[in-house]
């Protein structure tokens, strides 16, 4: 069994992130406040910057924090409000969206795709494991090198 884990740095980042976002909506929601307007007008706002909180706790909270290989081909991936657990063969590919964040990395899978992060402990040992299991899971991106043999480490 191997188990992978986020980096501290990433989750203390995450977690700020989701403290800051209710700050700033209490923020905007004062600077209108202050004209005075029509109470729906302020209910619209206070309602809005509940649904983006909501919506970017939500994001935060289903990306995984650790994932588990076991010796039988199951893979585990826990996050703080959900759990999945596939197996190996069941992963179609790994491979990041060069139109957006290099450090998020797309999982699919037969019943669907997981978001995670890439800047977890060992992740290209992880990538690898996954690889040596299911050759087929087709691997692109930032994470393999010129020739296609492997992962490789950010430049």
């Keep these: 069994m191997k188990r992978y884990r986020i980096a501290q740095s990433v989750l203390v980042f995450e977690y700020a992130i989701m403290a800051l976002v209710p700050l700033l909506g209490v923020f905007f929601m004062l600077v ?9 007008t302020a209910l619209l706002i206070a ?4 649904v983006v909180s909501l919506w970017i706790w939500y994001q935060c909270l289903r990306i995984p924090v650790e994932i588990t290989v076991y010796e ?6 826990r996050s703080p409000i959900r759990q ?4 190996v063969t069941d992963i179609l590919s790994i491979k990041d969206p060069r139109w957006m964040f290099p450090q998020i ?3 699919r899978h037969r019943g669907g795709t997981i978001e995670m992060i890439s800047q977890m402990d060992d992740f290209h040992d992880l990538i690898a494991t996954l690889k040596s299991k299911n ?3 087709e691997v692109s ?3 393999l090198k010129e020739n296609n ?4 480490a950010r430049v």
């Design 135 to 137: 050759p087929a899971i």
């Design 47 to 50: 309602l809005l910057m509940a």
């Design 32 to 40: 209108p406040l202050e004209r005075k307007p029509e109470g729906l």
């Design 149 to 152: 043999e492997g992962p490789r």
């Design 84 to 87: 999945e657990s596939l197996d």
């Design 72 to 77: 039988t081909g199951r893979v585990h991936f």
């Design 105 to 107: 990395v797309y999982v």
């Design 141 to 143: 991106g930032w994470m």
